[in-house]
């Protein structure tokens, strides 16, 4: 006797689908949160987005990130915020971004006082520059500029280091105080060139620039001095980046004035928490650069005697950490002190 065999029942072919799917997911090859952080960052920023800046309201930074913002927002159509937190050398603003929640709805304007110098000068901060966050992009950079009375004897950098080693020690040159880029400045001159300054240190830019019109101080650095040129109040000596500034090359650097590997520039930064998803801080660091390309921004930040950079995330984080680097090997050299 012949036995028939009973046909095999298959599923329709959609729940077979489905069933492979879940067989996928479960081996891994299709992470569920994967799918989780690619939807949040595909509908970031859902709410508004508050940026803090470590320094008072009118400054170059706070003109800066304010320009940015008012692009951001019009990019994402959400409000993005701007939170003065002055105080400490950027500190006070710095420490409050830090404690904000890994998720890219508090940013942080980061300079080379807060991620640069900061961490070297400052050993009881209460943040990690690059432990607590993640830097975003690069928004440009700056060099300072050493200042004399315009009826100073000082014609050139040679001129005023030669009398800086005829008199060791009663040169003085002017800050905004201990630890600040004008007072870090003066101390690598001293180390490179081999001379003795005094530092004198004021609580403003307004007060260190008016020291020096005033012939209290011998020299001072600045980053905006061109309208004082302009007007017959200082002359300048030279710039402090390694090559010439591009928005005044008529001035030569200190590395030609026989001040050998010298270079001090400043730096102004977005950053984020350390742990903000990846695909959310891609997306912040391709619409910040894209603000950067911006015909109004770029005015702003060259009129403010700025360089426009941008950048990778990568890149953001290797200028950071060499920063840092070169600062703490500076003030950890034998015979460097800051304090005052």
Known sequence: MQTQATPTHRPPRRQRRLAALLVSMAAGAFPLSAVAVDKTAANYPSKPVTIINPHGTGGGTDILARAIADKLRQKWNQAVIVENRPGANTAIGIEAASRAPADGYTLAMCTQASHGSNPAVYPKLRYDALGDFVPIVILNDLTLYVLVKSDSPYRTMQDLLDAAR???????????????????????????????????????????????????VDMIFHSTPLPLVENGQVRILGVTTKDRWPISPEYPTLIEQEVPNYEVRGWFAFCARQGTPQPILEKLNRDINETLRDPDILKIIRNNGLRPLGGSLKEAHTLVENEIKFWKDFVNTPGVTLEE
């Open 166 to 216: 005829k008199n060791p020690g009663k040169l003085t040159y002017a800050s905004i105080g201990v630890g600040s880029l004008h007072h870090l400045a003066g101390e690598l001159l001293k180390m490179r060139s081999g001379v003795s300054m005094l530092h004198v240190p004021y609580k403003a830019t307004s007060d260190m620039l008016m020291a020096a019109l005033s012939g209290q």
